[in-house]
């Protein structure tokens, strides 16, 4: 136990004992910087520019793309973490895209917006990694913003997390330090 204490004591670790400190949080939570950009990939332009004015309206950054051989690109280049995707596509299918994606980044959350309602098509995306599903035609745009704001929720956890263990590795070296500095004298 002496172990323990001091590693709390060292860092101020509530967490360590299954606490959340929220002080730590909050400090996570303002640490967290990457791109909050949405790249949207589907062939109608008319449901690119809803999409795109529906986000805008809630200081969201869409990067419409028409052209599904173009989107790994772009994806890589703005640094994107959501990505919606709709499945049928010519050139490439968003089903084949989603697979690339995961397979490039898998922390990258996608988002399926599809006109093939069907219990398999949902599953194979699933099933590859899409974080959910929007039917179209879109007849309740809160169904857009409500898994735009639910992907980067999950980022904002994952960074969090990140944080958090980085916080705990650290006073983990300090302690571990302060125990074996004493012992190589």
Not at 80 to 109: C, N, S, W, Y
Not at 143 to 157: G, M, N
Request: proline share 3%; hydrophobic share 45%.
């Amino acid at each position: 136990m002496h172990f323990v204490q001091q590693l709390a004591e060292a860092h101020s670790a509530r967490w360590f004992f299954g606490l959340r400190n929220t002080f730590l949080t909050l400090k996570a939570i303002r640490t967290v910087k990457y791109n909050k950009t949405v790249v949207h990939v589907d062939d109608d332009p008319a449901i690119l520019k809803i999409v795109s004015r529906t986000l805008d309206i809630y200081g969201i950054k869409v990067v419409s793309i028409q052209d599904p051989l173009n989107a790994i690109a772009v994806i890589t280049q703005l640094g994107a973490r959501v990505v919606m995707l709709d499945i049928d596509m010519p050139g490439k299918d968003g089903l084949t895209l989603l697979h690339e994606i995961k397979r490039f980044d898998a922390g990258i959350q996608v988002i399926m917006c599809t006109g093939m309602v069907s219990l398999r098509t949902v599953l194979r995306a699933t099933s590859l990694g899409a974080e959910s599903c929007i039917f179209k035609p879109i007849h309740d745009l809160n169904e857009i913003t409500t898994a735009v704001d639910r992907a980067f929720e999950r980022i904002d956890r994952w960074w969090i997390a990140l944080q958090d263990w980085t916080d705990r590795q650290e006073a983990f070296n300090q302690v571990q330090n302060q125990v074996l500095a004493p012992q190589s004298r």
